[in-house]
């Protein structure tokens, strides 16, 4: 098991950041972990990462505890946090010759993580004249100097524009191959595209724990309506097993706790109210629907 999480409580004055919280990571897995802000994610990551220690319960990474054996846990874990504390002063192999020190790992290393990172071209540039990405990139590259068993990304694609996050995303892809990754993030296409498995905190508790393609309950099925004129609430309750409805514009997001086709019943419905339907679709439930849903 790279991971373990027994019971985890943190309190910060009256606050429970953490409650109570468990889960397993299995060697090989890229888990994303994602909460609204303030849910409790950065919390649980430092103390993964041997930064804060917990109130209650135990943690465990590569087998070593992260209270007892603190110096293990760092030298099995590569760390991206947040805010990603970089030297601007210094060069970027400059900055990773430092790293590489402090590790104790070859100079032979630091050529492979500046490829594997894509940070050639800026290599000899200062830290301080790199984009958000680039940026983000030596951070990546430092985490994976000593080539841990696990990597621990907090926000890592926070900030870069479209063309920066499917370079990174290609980083974190191509590491997930041999080590386990766990990584949170706000941008959930990215965890679609990267994460085998997602576990979604709300309020210090975990609310959700599956495989992507297990998260969406097939049971559930959601329609986009738009009606020739408006529609109010308590009327769209008299459609049977309609467990959420939410009007954005003109178009009603209309989800329905069933496995037939309900557009008949909305049919039916419109004929009823003498309206018409402008446009019907039905849409699949993605993770976006499945964060709103355990977080709300």
Known sequence: MSIEVNQISKVYGSQKALDDVSFTVQRGEIVGFLGPNGAGKSTLMKILTTFLEPDGGEAAVNGHDVRREKKLVQRSVGYLPEHNPLYLDLYVKEYLEF???????????IEEVISITGLTPERHKKIGQLSKGYRQRVGLATALLHDPEVLILDEPTTGLDPNQLVEIRRVIREAGRNKTVFLSTHILQEVEAICDRVIIIDKGKIVADNKIDRLADAQEQILEVEFSAPVRADQLSTLPMLVSHELEG?????????????????FDF????NLKILQIVQRTKNLEHVFREKTS
């Open 250 to 266: 003109s178009i009603w997001t209309l989800t329905f706790a069933a496995d037939r086709d309900m557009r008949p019943e909305i």
């Open 270 to 273: 419109a004929t009823a109210q």
């Open 99 to 109: 790293n590489a020190g402090v590790y104790g790992v070859p100079p032979s290393r």
